[in-house]
């Protein structure tokens, strides 16, 4: 399995910017984000391919947040702007051995340990 630890959550205003990070032990075909607010179901948010950098967005994100990858130091990052209220969350990093299904939180396998952002209107 592939270890994942995510870094960069906080506290930020509405309408403010975040970056997450997700440093991989190995890099993995598939690395995505999740989030879990209180009371609510883990959700897709996005999701990177490790080899050519294909990304896929869900529709409540695209065009605020961004996904992207360092392959020197096995590192995808998720660039948040625009922050909302509705962006408060638990925002945990997975890997996927393969690029099918990917907004199915049940097709990855290895997961972190969630990083805490909360968005203050």
């Known amino acids: 399995q592939v270890q994942l630890v995510e870094s960069g959550g906080g506290l930020v205003q509405a309408g403010g910017s975040l970056r997450l990070s997700c440093a991989a032990s190995?890099?993995?075909?598939?690395v995505g984000w999740f989030r879990q607010a209180p009371g609510k179901a883990r959700e897709f948010v996005a999701a990177?391919?490790?080899?050519?950098?294909?990304?896929y967005y869900a529709e409540s994100v695209k065009g605020r947040f961004t996904i992207f990858r360092d392959n020197a130091r096995n590192t995808v990052y998720l660039q948040m702007n625009s922050l909302n209220s509705e962006d408060t969350a638990v925002y945990y990093c997975?890997?996927?051995?393969?690029?099918?299904?990917?907004?199915?939180?049940?097709?990855?396998?290895?997961w972190g340990q969630g990083t805490q952002v909360t968005v203050s209107s």
């Open positions: 990177i391919r490790w080899s050519g950098g294909s990304t």
């Open positions: 190995v890099s993995s075909v598939t």
């Open positions: 997975a890997a996927a051995p393969d690029w099918t299904n990917i907004r199915d939180q049940y097709r990855y396998d290895s």
